[in-house]
């Protein structure tokens, strides 16, 4: 088997520390599963700017692109914040999503039964979630043009964002979303503001005729993005698979990320078209930020990282095994009582990230 070549970009705050975490359960794959990774790591975001002065290089996007899977922690920090917009970590973030081509942003929201009580929400509401978010994520609101910020000839300055879609852009992204779906509960929810921006009326028209064409076998219903919120919050577990455009996909992933408790363990795969190999370029990020708050600190829950690789494993490499592996590892430890501070509850124990790490790596062993 020739080694799958994996980019490494920890980037900045707390994912540094969660992506050594991640490097532990790599090693132990190599070693114990026979699983030869070609590990290289990379900047992003303000660490890279604080290198190469911009967010992102022209060889660290080159080694992305050549790159089998791309693993990256998150970007950002107060430290950055006074830079001009195009160099701050952010645009390095967007850039390297834009330049690979990766439209199609999975965010799963699962409770884990272990977890019910970390959530706001009552548990009778979200026991057993597992809902799966698809965000587009190379267009809409975040790439339309025109852009910018212009002043107007009586003195005053104007912002300006454009929402755009053209029509294969929606297919491809409703496309992955109901294949998505047709693999789990068969129930697509598509988010559009049908009511008030044409853009989304595309967008919902597309769907159904996606629908019609080639999907009929999945039922598929639609929402405008006020009531999505609502709903999710609401009643999340009538939800299987949810698509939806950049902004609103960015909004209602972190809303359904808080219903399982936490940011901290909530993973995310980006991927692109299949080539004619049927492989895609993919990133797996954690759905958290880079919390400078608590970085350095070894507090970070290093969970949705390491879930990330094993959505790695399973979308890239087709290596179901070992993601199974690392997710019911985690399921074990959560239940075993180990929490980071984000996940903590009455009775259960703290650990800080190296112990979590230690704890997911041990119990891998026991599995073999
Ligand atoms: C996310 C983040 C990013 C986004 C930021 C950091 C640019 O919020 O991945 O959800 O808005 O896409
Ligand atoms: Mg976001």
Known sequence: MSAKKLLILPGDGIGQEVMVQVRRIIDWMGKKRGVAFDVSEGLIGGSAYDVHGTPLADETLADAM?????????????KW?????????????????????????????????????????????????????????????????????????????????????????IQRIG???????????????????????????????????????????????????????????????????????????????DCAAMLTGSLGMLPSASLGAADATGARKALYEPVHGSAPDIAGKDMANPLACILSFSMCLRYSFDMTAEADMIDNAVKTVLAGGLRTGDIMAAGKAKVSTTVMGEAIVRELDKMG
Not at 68 to 78: E, F, H, I, K, M
Not at 147 to 155: A, C
């Open 175 to 253: 496309r992955a979303a109901f294949d998505l779906a047709r693999k789990r509960r068969k129930k697509l929810t598509s988010v559009d503001k049908a009511n008030v921006l044409e853009c989304t009326v595309l967008w919902r028209e597309e769907m159904i005729k996606l629908h019609k064409e080639e999907y009929s076998d999945v039922e598929l219903e639609h929402l405008y993005v006020d009531n999505a919120a609502m709903q999710l919050v609401r009643n999340p577990r009538q939800f299987d698979v949810m698509v939806t455009e950049n902004m609103f996909g960015d909004i209602l992933s």
């Open 66 to 78: 050549a790159a089998d899977a791309v693993l990256l922690g998150a970007v950002g920090g107060p």
């Open 81 to 169: 914040d006074d830079l001009p917009f195009e160099k701050k970590p952010e645009r390095g973030l967007l850039k390297i999503r834009k330049e690979m081509g990766l439209f199609a942003n999975l965010r799963p929201a699962v409770v884990f039964d272990a977890l019910v009580e970390a959530s706001t929400l009552k548990p009778e509401v979200v026991k057993g979630l597992d809902i799966m978010i698809v965000r587009e994520l190379t267009g809409g609101l975040y790439f339309g043009q025109p852009r910018g910020i212009e002043t107007l000839p009586d003195g005053q300055r104007k912002g300006v964002n454009t929402l755009t879609y053209t029509t294969s852009e």
